[in-house]
């Protein structure tokens, strides 16, 4: 009977491949995650490397401050996006027409208020498109952005935005403006302390956020910054 013997050098040299198999199906594996995740894209800021910012509006409700919000916009000429959900502009769609005859953005938010990373893929893609034809009835344009409530998000809601043609959009600077302790001042605080080139400032229409804007316009163009839409940082 023959008796195999490995010596130490043996050992190491199998050591060294199995590790090197394991990184590189880690690798692959990764990639692959990579390319699924983000080829399609999914932004928290844009990729323009100039002095750009953009503004997110997320609405499902604060109807009463959306006119005020416009009107400081006009008053700048600035146009944003505004990320809306089906419920919404099935109940608002002459405030909607408004928002966009003012020259704004639309952007999809989904039908319902909800966490879609807990949907299934059939769930999130019913959603997005579910908004997706009421924009277009309504205003006669395809959105092509999808911000998703909450920035909850998962492996469907990806697939199912990426089959309809949609870009995720999260954000680089959050205003927070929803908490009732969420001021003025606090709203200035958060976006002027964090702002950068390519930034995507979510913010809601709130009468709080109504008066922080003003001050922090007049911060950003004093810093050279422009303020605009979604599709104004990502090319």
Known sequence: MRILVVNKKTIYTLLIIIFIIVVVAFYISFYNRIDETFYMDIYYKGNVDDKVVAFA???????EYILPMLEIFQKENIKITYFIT??????NPELLKVIYDYGHEIGNHGYKHMDYDK???EKNKEEILR??????ETLGIESIYFAP????????????AKDLNYDIIMWS???IDWKEDSDKEKIKERITSKIHNSAIVLMHPTEETVKALPEVIIYLFNKDYRIGTISDIVK
């Open 131 to 136: 908004t997706h034809n009421i924009i277009k």
């Open 86 to 91: 089906g419920t919404w502009a099935e109940k």
């Open 173 to 175: 600077i959050d205003t």
């Open 149 to 160: 409530p909450s920035g909850a998000y998962n492996d469907n809601t990806i697939k199912a």
């Open 119 to 121: 949907l299934s893929y």
């Open 57 to 63: 509006c997320n609405v499902d409700w604060g109807n």
